[in-house]
């Protein structure tokens, strides 16, 4: 992923497991700075979010426990991946260790900051889109030119037709909702019924070179069963 994605419609989560063990010593002046930390990272279901757990027990002391679990949040916040917020995994502080005169808040942060995206890298972190169902009706005379719209959009779920109108449900990301509405209701000249369900996430794709010809056929399908229907009313067959 060579850029951030829009965090409106993105995600990021992680596929595996991963363990993140970060120390910092270092001398500043004539005193010095420690800090100890070990970060574990899981994956969870769809649709569980982001949790969080301390199993570090007193290995790190109460005081700079508000400011790790406050750095672990930002690091799922920003992500690891394309700087998006991650979902659907547990963040967890496992072990640390620290020194009595040289442990500060701020380098016990830095510690538990590199140890969380060494965990999350180590996962096999991934992006996800968000997904919407669209459910459109209209007029039957608008088939055809439905049809040009949705030979290279989203994955058809469905598709109906009665006497006079007709109904498809589509799968598409929704970044892409708000132009298939513009589309539609331009296609149709304001006469079609839109609906939208938000449908979660998926691990975002590449779409294969014949995306497109995959819903032409879909649609020459859906096409060809509005043609026949007309055809047979028309001709009186099966009345």
Same mark, same amino acid.
């Given at each position: 992923?060579?850029?951030?994605? %829009?965090? @409106? ?6 596929? $595996?497991?991963?363990? +993140? ?7 500043? +002046?004539?005193? $010095?700075?420690?800090?100890? &930390?070990?970060? *574990?990272?899981?994956?969870? %279901?769809? +649709?569980?979010?982001?949790?969080? *757990?301390?199993?570090? +027990? @007193? %290995? ?5 426990? %508000? ?5 672990? #949040? ?26 009595? #005169? ?13 140890? =969380? ?18 459910? &459109? ?6 088939? =055809?030119?439905?049809?040009? &719209? ?13 006497? #006079? ?5 589509? =799968? ?6 708000? #132009? ?5 209701? *331009?296609? =149709?000249? $304001? ?8 449908? $979660? ?21 859906? *096409? ?16």
């Amino acid at each position: 992923m060579t850029g951030d994605l %829009n965090r @409106a419609f993105h995600r990021e989560t992680v596929l $595996g497991s991963g363990i +993140g063990d970060e120390r910092i010593a270092r001398q500043r +002046g004539n005193s $010095g700075l420690y800090a100890g &930390i070990r970060v *574990a990272v899981h994956s969870l %279901n769809r +649709g569980k979010g982001a949790s969080f *757990a301390w199993n570090a +027990g @007193a %290995n790190i002391p109460s005081r700079f426990a %508000n400011a790790v679990a406050k750095e672990i #949040q930002d690091v799922i916040s920003a992500g690891v991946l394309a700087g998006c917020e991650l979902t659907d995994v547990l963040v967890s502080v496992e072990d640390g260790s620290y020194h009595e #005169q040289d442990s500060t808040e701020t380098v016990f942060c830095e510690a538990a900051q590199k140890a =969380t995206i060494a965990a999350l890298r180590q996962a096999r972190p991934i992006a996800l889109e968000a997904i919407s169902i669209c459910r &459109i009706m209209f007029r039957v005379e608008y088939a =055809t030119i439905i049809e040009r &719209i949705f030979s290279e959009k989203g994955q058809i779920e469905s598709a109906q037709s009665e006497k #006079q109108s007709s109904s498809v449900t589509v =799968t598409i990301p929704t970044s892409r909702v708000g #132009q298939l509405l513009e589309q539609v209701l *331009a296609a =149709t000249n $304001g006469h079609a019924k839109f609906s939208v369900e938000s449908h $979660g996430f998926r691990p975002k794709a590449e779409p294969p070179e014949n995306h497109g010809r995959l819903g032409d056929l879909r649609w020459s399908a859906f *096409a060809r069963s509005i043609y026949w229907q007309r055809t047979l009313r028309t001709s009186g067959v099966g009345r």
